[in-house]
């Protein structure tokens, strides 16, 4: 079985390398990482990891962050 793992990040340029490098040599499908219109680098380290990188839109009334990005 192979494993997709989605990853929501906002201005984590500092944590997000590290926790890709993490995830190397499991067996999976792929990594999501969704950028939570972060303020600095987040998303340029994701993809340079090797990760697949979506850009979060705006939460609709009533959603907050982390959970809106899930």
């Known amino acids: ?4 793992i989605v ?5 984590e ?6 926790l890709l490098d993490s995830l190397r040599g ?3 499908h792929e990594v999501i990482v969704v ?5 600095d ?4 380290v994701a993809a340079r990891q090797g ?3 979506l850009h979060g839109q705006s939460p609709p009334e009533g959603w907050h ?3 809106w990005a899930c």
Request: charged share 35%.
């Open 1 to 4: 079985m192979r494993i997709s």
């Open 7 to 11: 990853v929501p990040a906002r201005n």
């Open 13 to 18: 340029e500092e944590n997000i390398g590290g």
């Open 26 to 28: 499991h067996d999976l």
């Open 35 to 39: 950028d939570d219109q972060s303020e």
């Open 41 to 44: 680098e987040t998303a340029a």
């Open 51 to 53: 990760a697949r990188v």
């Open 65 to 67: 962050g982390k959970p």
